[in-house]
């Protein structure tokens, strides 16, 4: 691949772009300057198997094949931009030191006997502390999308995407890649949070249900300013400490 495809998918306005291929191929034909930063829930390299779960909701949570091999995240990290990677401790060898950690939490009870992890975690360069998110998300019991099944095995709630957009401080209307999209979860949080977005997807399935919820998501956030018609902004706010 030597010239950028069209895009899978983009919204009237112009501000969010959905991408079908290998981010490998995709990223490095981005237009310089076009990405302000990464926000990404990649593989985690796990072989990462969900038959034990009961909540299939039609999802395939058998043996995943795109988690079996081990994760490099080199690609990412040489963008060089303020960048918040989930998964980042199951390959922290790989990634470089940080002092602040995003963390989501996931259970209400420390005895909770589940059989996923308490939390997550997330490896990010544009923070100075670390963070931590109380979010109850096991099976059916959800602080939030109560009801709505989940169109990816390993899909994260909207509202931790959200708030870590909106923890690091990367402003209204700056453009946030995610070159792994699965179902779509960073692309809806970032137009709730006013920000643009660029994904890239591998799988054409996961394509058309990234676009249909992103598509979904701007008619709810129908009313909001039209990202054509801002200005270009400052990355960070000034108070980003």
């Known amino acids: 691949m030597t010239e950028l495809p069209e895009p899978y998918w983009q919204s009237d306005c112009g501000g969010h772009a959905l991408y079908c291929g290998d981010c490998l191929e995709i990223l490095p034909l981005l237009p310089d300057g076009s990405v302000d930063a990464v926000v990404t829930d990649p593989p985690y390299g796990i072989g990462y198997?969900?038959?034990?779960?009961?909540?299939?909701n039609g999802i395939d949570r058998g043996p995943c094949e795109w988690d079996k091999g081990p994760f490099d995240p080199a690609p990412i990290i040489a963008l060089?931009?303020?960048?918040?990677?989930?998964?980042?401790?199951?390959?922290?060898?790989?990634?470089?030191?940080?002092?602040?950690?995003?963390?989501?939490?996931?259970?209400?009870?420390?005895?909770?006997?589940?059989?996923?992890?308490?939390?997550?975690?997330?490896?990010?360069?544009?923070?100075?502390?670390?963070?931590?998110?109380?979010?109850?998300?096991?099976?059916?019991?959800?602080?939030?999308?109560?009801?709505?099944?989940?169109?990816?095995?390993?899909?994260k709630p909207i509202a931790v995407m959200e708030w870590c957009i909106r923890e690091s401080k990367i402003v209204d209307n700056a453009t946030i890649a995610d070159p792994y999209v699965g179902s779509g979860t960073t692309g809806v949080a970032c137009i709730k949070t006013s920000r643009r977005f660029i994904g890239i997807e591998i799988s054409e399935?996961?394509?058309?249900?990234?676009?249909?919820?992103?598509?979904?998501?701007?008619?709810?956030?129908?009313?909001?300013?039209?990202?054509?018609?801002?200005p270009d902004p400052q990355l960070f706010d000034k108070d980003d400490t």
């Open 205 to 230: 399935e996961y394509c058309a249900i990234a676009a249909k919820r992103m598509q979904d998501a701007l008619l709810q956030h129908k009313g909001g300013p039209m990202f054509a018609d801002l």
């Open 49 to 56: 198997d969900g038959s034990h779960s009961k909540y299939r």
């Open 80 to 155: 060089n931009l303020p960048t918040i990677m989930w998964g980042g401790n199951c390959f922290s060898s790989r990634l470089p030191d940080s002092t602040a950690w995003l963390v989501w939490v996931k259970i209400v009870r420390q005895d909770a006997n589940i059989r996923q992890s308490d939390c997550e975690m997330a490896w990010t360069n544009c923070y100075g502390r670390s963070r931590v998110f109380n979010h109850l998300w096991i099976g059916a019991y959800r602080d939030s999308e109560s009801g709505i099944p989940n169109k990816h095995p390993t899909q």
